[in-house]
């Protein structure tokens, strides 16, 4: 994942620092990086493809100078890795670096584009600046012409800036990607995490959603989305990094799922290019997959790998029309599948890319003579690199037991896979491409909007710590939801839950409805709502004690019988179970808290299951 860094000083070269400042963030991942500081009313900028290191050389042999800079390490998503699409990106006196995604940023590209802007990449991030420059040059002042750009930009974004001429200012910003103030001596820092600006101070603030900011070596300015001026506290960051890298979360799991519309953004980026909305699967030419040659489908993972797994085997099956088979890995194997000979792909989901049973059934397909690809968090995983297809989850490293951020990561990966695949199976059309790409590219900003739940969730969490069954429901792609909800539960809480089919309830299951059953049932309004709402129905009746997560339109529809409505944002039905996945991560989560649970490293579990 990318990292920012913004130094604003009196004294010191900041040049050194911001690369230090960098070298704390590797452990992101990244393939490109560059810095640029302002001194006598000029800006330099030396940015470099690869490590660190090749950034250092070059820093060597052409040194900037100046006490006011900002640096970026890149994860390469639409554009390779190389310098030109290297952050910090430039219009005119605007330079800055960027985290996130611009959803609209084709629509302003056109316009300032209209207006004279000519661009140098096929970025979103150039395009922020190109539309600060043209605040600047119609009158505004920089703040005016930052707050006037935040308002056109759609998405979730970081964002670190200098203006040349204004050699002791850096702005920043915040919309769905998080940054924090590091308050140093005699110098302001901006950074993605308190870790970034761990080596100059552990006095920290940490802006919020919607925030936005001027710094100055003795001072800072915070306003609020809408423009007023605002306080927010300042956190001294006790301990370790490993403690600064939970910057003011109570546990890793926590900031994980507020890290979502940043890491589903930085996966996203990887397969869908957003200026051409189209769906173009990383890797180059034979590693890319054919799926015109696919004729089926096994996707076999673990746990909530394999849930992921369903929740992909309804869109390659309603999208792309191929036969999907998903399996837990740990029967697959055992099970001795008879193997279709011709057109087959395997592709296996992990987190660590090391889990023995998805790794023994890879081998076991790859014995087959299946094609086998990877939805992998770990490039250089056992999984990864034993597979002939690589598709990257790019969620950063996931210290949390519980995976959150990277199931969202995983279905973003397959969401864009299933429009991949129809496409080449010439299944949707050149219009429906773009709405789906469209909608999956409106993912980070409506996680953004989901995490808004979590005083709410926060308030169910206080009964559910106190029931000792729980039961889960939802139809089609939302029944792999369900499971999920469940898994993470029970695995952090320690109370029983069940997940079900909401059709299958009458078959048995109904017989567990009491008067005080609590149930989190999973409804957006689509095609399946009415089905959906029957079977709340059937549950209300007998006294259970319903949690209905569900758009605005389906919470209207379900009238009174819910006890408690999660209202999750709308969106393209297609997307929805990536959005369900936040209120259920945050009802396990603060269900856990509730009960005192070691939430990031629960009873029994181990973050990858590397024996059968
Ligand atoms: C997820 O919350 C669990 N910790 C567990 O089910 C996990 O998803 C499973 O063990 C698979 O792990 P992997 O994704 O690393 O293969």
Redo the contacts with the bound molecule.
Sequence with gaps: MCGIIGIVGQHDDVSDKLVEALARLEYRGYDSAGIATLQDQQTDRRRAAGKLSNLRALLAAEPVNGTCGIGHTRWATHGPPTTTNAHPHQSGPVTLVHNGIIENFRELRAELGQGGHVFETDTDTETIAHLIHHNLKAGHQPSEALALALGRLKGAFALAILIEGQDDMIMGARKGSPLVIGIGNDEMLLGSDALAVAPFTNRVIYLEEGDWCILRPDASEIYAEDGTAVERPVTIVQGSAAAAEKGNYRHFMQKEIYEQPETTARTIGAYVDALTQTVTLPGQNETIIDWASIQNLQII???????AGCVAEYWFEQLAGIPVKSDI?SEFRYREPALPAQGGLAIF???????AD?LAALRYCKQAGLKTAAVV?VATSS?ARDVDFILPTLAGPEI?????K??TA?LCALAACAIAAAKARLRIDRDTEVSLTNALNSVPRLISDAIALEDDIIELSKSLSKASDVLYLGRGPHYPIAL?GA??LK??SYIHAEGFAAGELKHGPIALVEETTPIIFVAPDDHLFEKSLSNLEEVAARGGQIALISDHAGLEKAGDSPLLKLCIPACDPFVAPILAAIPIQMVAYHTAVEKGTDVDQPRN?????TVE
Excluded: H, M, P
């Design positions: 993972a673990c746990g909530t790998a394999y849930y890995a989901i992990s987190q660590s890319g090391e889990t998805t968090n999984i949390g037991v519980a995976s959150t990277a199931f995983q999920e898994l993470k695995e952090i579990l181990a973050k990858s299951v």
